[in-house]
């Protein structure tokens, strides 16, 4: 009897120990998320005329509460034992110094006719930071840190590129930490009524003040708020614009598979796109509108070896009159990526094709249904809405489709998608302002934290 008494605790001491492993982790975790120093939000000056708050504390103690007591994920919870035990304290930053238990702060203002993003992490290890962060920077980019603060500054211009911008970006955090100002949303807000019955906590913040968009849309005042529980993320805002020219199409694109629309593209977002667009040899005017739907990616064996091809239905809005021979101009680099065009209205891809059609001077349609453009007055400044389960389909491909599945930020992607019950985010103009609302809401039985932290830990390999 004694030695059957024995090997019974034998079995279970070790699973007592790994919850109570698991629990005083977690309980370090937390109570490091609560008296993280939040001194990064006194380094964003007065005048800023854009600001993100993202609330990471609240999302901790909110995702822990729900992760124990209400899913009683034991997987989920397996996978954050294993986190949690190779990671110091609960936190597996180590390598930059960033503490991710405290609250994110990005800020934006108007430098050299341009404009700086500036992004504010509260440290737990300075010297790590100061070590590691230059390696991670692009030439636009440069750091900057107090004893607790680390800074990380973005230039985006519209203009010729400036050689010294490093130095004088060095030069910018140095006489923001001198000055140092407040962060306006800091201060006390109003708790919402509904949100105590419905058990919503604020998870970011986003507030403009004369921001600018790009050239036709510019803001007077404005704020965006996202608000969660356990099953959906709620966003809602209200923008104050100045002198809003009427930003509207002629043509719409009739919605399928994963759809987005956008007008809102700002100066930083327009200097991508044409960068990309120049990778592969296709040269544009610069962009008013982009409407897509996306449908998945198709992978396909030819002759000459693998052809990428994404299935999916754009329709872009220039700003000027533009010709097709003129966008592609230089056909040679999507042909060494297995594309041919096929006279002025084709682009083959092996089995799939695209079709070309300057709908009018300054719409252009590249896609595979031409028959979803209509033609109809939009309005719509931004919208996202659709299967978001398209963005991580894959066809074809055997063995490298495989391999892809399996690789930790596409599999972590794939997870939270297939969790998602319906996303919907999308902005009109109303006269004078425009509305935001947005809703992301999860399927039953599946909950918003847990999604969330699966998704963490899954990209970082330990899901």
């Known amino acids: 009897m004694p030695m059957k008494v024995f090997l019974i605790f034998k079995k279970v001491i070790p699973f007592f120990l790994g919850i109570l492993f698991l629990w005083s982790s977690l309980l370090i975790f937390s109570s490091l998320a609560n008296k993280s120093s939040q001194n990064a ?15 990471i504390k609240d999302f901790l103690k909110s995702s822990t509460y729900t992760m124990i007591f209400k899913s009683k994920d034991q997987g989920l919870l397996n996978s954050l034992q294993k986190y949690l035990s190779k990671s110091k304290d609960g936190i597996d930053n180590k390598d930059i110094g960033i503490d991710f238990t405290s ?15 500036v992004v504010l992490f509260n440290l737990l290890n300075p010297r790590s930071f100061r070590k590691n962060i230059p390696s991670l920077l692009d030439k636009n980019q440069s750091f900057e840190q107090t004893k607790d603060v680390g800074m990380i500054v973005t230039h985006f211009t519209k203009g010729a ?3 010294n911008i490093n130095k004088k970006l060095k030069a910018y955090l140095s006489k923001v930490i001198k000055n140092k100002g407040k962060f306006r949303a800091e201060k006390q807000a109003v708790k919402d009524p509904d949100d105590l019955v419905l058990n919503k906590t604020d998870f970011f913040e986003i507030n403009v003040n004369s921001f600018t968009f790009n050239d036709d849309i510019k803001s007077k005042k404005g704020k965006i708020l996202g608000k969660l529980n356990e099953k959906s993320l709620d966003i809602i805002g209200q923008i104050k614009m100045i002198n809003p020219p009427l930003i509207e199409s002629k043509w719409t694109l009739i ?10 593209i700002s100066n930083a977002i327009q200097d991508s796109i044409q960068k990309y667009f120049n990778k592969i040899g296709i040269k544009t005017p610069n962009i008013q509108r982009i409407s897509m739907n996306y449908y998945g990616m198709d992978l396909q064996e030819s002759d000459d070896g693998l052809v990428i091809a994404p299935v999916f239905d754009l329709l872009l809005t220039f700003k000027d009159d533009f010709k097709i021979n003129q966008i592609f101009e230089d056909f040679s680099i999507l042909e060494s990526l297995g594309y041919e065009k096929v006279g002025n209205k084709m682009i083959s891809a092996n089995k799939l094709n695209y079709y070309i059609d300057s709908i009018d001077s300054k719409n252009l349609f590249l896609g595979k249904n031409l028959k979803q453009v209509i033609r109809k007055k939009n309005n719509t400044l931004f919208e996202i809405v659709g299967d978001q389960k398209a963005l991580t389909t894959i066809k074809g491909g055997g063995f490298i489709t495989s391999f892809i599945q399996v690789i930790p930020p596409f599999k972590a992607s794939k997870n939270l998608f297939a969790s998602i019950e319906k ?6 103009q109303i006269n004078k302002d425009v509305e935001i609302f947005g809703e992301l809401k999860f399927k039953n039985n599946y909950y918003l934290y847990n999604e969330f932290l699966k998704f963490y830990l899954t990209m970082k390999g330990d899901n």
């Open 255 to 264: 919605s399928d598979g994963f759809h987005l629309e956008t007008a809102m």
């Open 423 to 428: 996303i919907h985010i999308k902005s009109k």
């Open 103 to 117: 609250d994110i702060y990005i800020y934006g203002e108007e430098f050299e006719n341009g404009q700086n993003y």
């Open 41 to 55: 939000a006194y380094y964003i000056p007065e005048n800023s005329n854009f600001s993100f708050k993202l609330n």
């Open 161 to 163: 590129k400036n050689n």
